[in-house]
């Protein structure tokens, strides 16, 4: 693998968390303002997502 890829490879884990914790976030605010209830449980089943993938990647 030549060394751009494995530069991005690197840097997608920690990218994915910014991520993770952004929709962690965003579906708190969502729900505890009670503005859109389904779109904040999605974006929590997102964050658990994108954890979980960040979980099999570093493992």
């Given at each position: 693998?030549?060394?751009?890829?494995?530069s991005?490879a690197?840097a997608?884990?920690?990218?994915?968390m910014?991520?993770?914790?952004?929709c962690?976030?965003?579906g708190?605010?969502l729900?505890a303002?009670k503005?859109?209830?389904k779109?904040?449980v999605?974006?929590?089943?997102?964050?658990?997502v994108l954890?979980?993938?960040?979980?099999?990647?570093?493992?």
């Amino acid at each position: 693998m030549n060394a751009a890829l494995t530069s991005i490879a690197s840097a997608a884990p920690a990218i994915a968390m910014l991520g993770m914790f952004a929709c962690l976030i965003g579906g708190v605010v969502l729900i505890a303002k009670k503005r859109d209830r389904k779109k904040g449980v999605l974006m929590l089943v997102m964050a658990a997502v994108l954890l979980a993938n960040v979980a099999i990647w570093t493992l």
